[in-house]
């Protein structure tokens, strides 16, 4: 019974990525993956601790688990990742919902933690590490749909933004072995697929030394472009205050680099940006994304938003609105500010903006976002894009659906297209999320 892993991952791509090197180890302890909950004889609950409210999911979902103990006692349920880390044995004092606690640099150690949890005992290894980047480990992809994939090219976090939790629970930021990255890419290739998306918190500060050489991201990401110009290499995230000309001109020069970048903004004015340690002001911001369109003519640039930060009045609210207006992103993830423990925002400034108020700051930004969004779009009519086919479309059978190199998602009428090939769409209507078009022939 025991042999049987189920694993079920919230929070980011990061997260994706370590289930998939979490199934690998096991599998290579004689645990079989099952996306069965009914026959699993372990499962696993990867965490997010990014928001209070994706903690309070989890919660949720663990006690709604707790039934499938009760008809099964040898079943070994365990809590792993980000809430983990945060949490540590606490998750298995409160309300005994899980038997094992394991962090993010622990995976390795999880056959034996099942050993134990199993035994009865309580099964706990929360330790960070300032090496560990699972880079001999090749992942097991599940849920794929066999065409694009994620690659994790380093861990954890140096930058302290004060809002953050990631580099308490992600530990020390460090760098996967280029000849790793590499290597996991052809392997793909061969399997298949035909796009990868490189992982790092902060992607433009990756570094790896090694007999007197140092090899940065543009060098990183130029040698991933060109094992195969059939690959597309997506990454993410940029940061702002890193993301330099030389990463800007390598995707210039080649165009299976898509014409894509996220470049979380978190705020338009420079006062709150100061207060969350992001190193760049306003400005600096500008001047960056107008070096993006500069350089890189038709890319699509993303960001994230924070609404209601610590001492945010109506001015910096607006500020922020004016900056997305002025930005035109394509598309934006949008949060409320949510305080986390241990912060340097929890632990140095009060979380005084209302909650009625942040609500509202944040339907705002939601609002000028739809609206920016659909402008984005309207632009794509009349466009023809080389779309990635990935699958069948949801709403429609006859239908596939891909992405565009600026990330967007395609939909057209198939023509014996299988997932994996590239075919030129012509665009033709939108809807608020989704391109439709037909095949472009010459
Ligand atoms: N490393 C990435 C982002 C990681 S977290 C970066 O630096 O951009 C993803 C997003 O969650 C962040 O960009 C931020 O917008 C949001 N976020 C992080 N902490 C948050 C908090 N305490 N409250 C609300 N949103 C938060
Ligand atoms: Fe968090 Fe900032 Fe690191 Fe992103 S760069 S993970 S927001 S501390
Ligand atoms: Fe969440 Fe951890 Fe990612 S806190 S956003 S799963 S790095």
Redesign the pocket.
């Known amino acids: 019974m025991l042999k049987k892993v189920y694993i079920e991952t919230y929070g ?1 791509q990061m997260n994706v990525a370590d289930s998939e090197v979490v199934v690998s180890i096991l599998s290579d302890h004689g645990f079989e993956h099952t996306s069965s909950i009914e026959d699993a004889g372990l499962i696993l609950i990867n965490t997010c601790s ?2 209070e409210n994706a903690e309070q999911r989890i919660w949720g979902r663990l006690r709604a688990i707790g039934h499938f103990k009760r008809k099964n006692g040898d079943l070994v349920i365990g809590l792993i990742g980000c809430m983990a880390e945060r949490l540590k044995e606490q998750v298995i004092e409160k309300e005994h919902l899980v038997d094992l606690v394991a962090g993010p640099d622990s995976y390795r150690e999880l056959p034996l933690l099942v050993a134990e949890a199993h035994e009865g005992h309580k099964a706990v290894n929360v330790l960070l590490s300032r090496e560990e980047t699972y880079a001999d480990i090749s992942p097991v992809r599940m849920d794929s749909n066999g065409v694009s994939s994620f690659v994790s090219i380093m861990r954890g ?1 140096n ?1 302290m ?1 004060a ?4 580099p308490y629970v992600r530990g020390a930021e460090r760098s996967r072995d280029p000849g790793s990255v590499l290597n996991e890419i052809r392997i793909l290739k061969e399997k298949g697929y035909r796009e990868v998306t490189l992982l790092g ?2 992607v433009d500060s990756y570094l790896w030394k090694e007999d007197g050489r140092a090899t940065g991201f543009p060098e990183l990401l130029e040698k991933a472009a060109m094992i195969d110009p059939i690959m597309r290499i997506r990454f993410s ?1 940029s ?1 702002p205050k890193d993301i330099s000309d030389d990463l800007l001109y390598t995707i210039a020069r080649h165009g299976n680099i898509c014409r894509h970048i ?1 470049l ?1 903004a ?1 705020s338009g004015s420079s006062r709150i940006l100061k207060l969350m340690n992001r190193e760049y002001t306003r400005e600096w911001y500008m001047e960056r994304v107008s070096a993006i369109k500069r350089i890189i003519p038709g890319c699509a640039i993303s960001t ?3 609404a209601g930060f610590c001492t945010e009045t109506e001015e910096d609210h607006k500020e922020s609105l004016s900056l997305m207006e002025w930005a035109g992103f394509d598309f934006a ?1 949008m ?6 423990p241990g ?1 340097k ?1 929890a632990r140095r400034y009060r979380d005084d903006v209302e909650d009625e108020v942040k609500t509202r700051r944040l339907n705002e930004i939601i609002a000028l976002q739809n609206r920016m969004s659909a402008r984005s779009k309207k632009l794509d009519i009349g466009q023809v894009y080389e779309v990635l086919v990935e699958g069948r479309s949801k709403r429609s059978a006859e239908f596939l659906s891909g992405r565009n190199s600026q990330n967007k998602v395609v939909v057209f009428p198939g023509n014996g297209q299988k997932p994996g090939e590239y075919v030129n769409v012509m665009i033709e209507r939108c809807t608020s999320a989704t391109l439709i078009g037909t095949i472009f022939v010459h």
Do not use: G, L, W
């Open positions: 980011c990014i928001r976090c930058n933004c809002y953050c939790v990631v918190q902060n995230t940061h996220h979380p978190q994230d938003m924070i993830y949060f409320k500010y949510s305080e986390r912060t925002a």
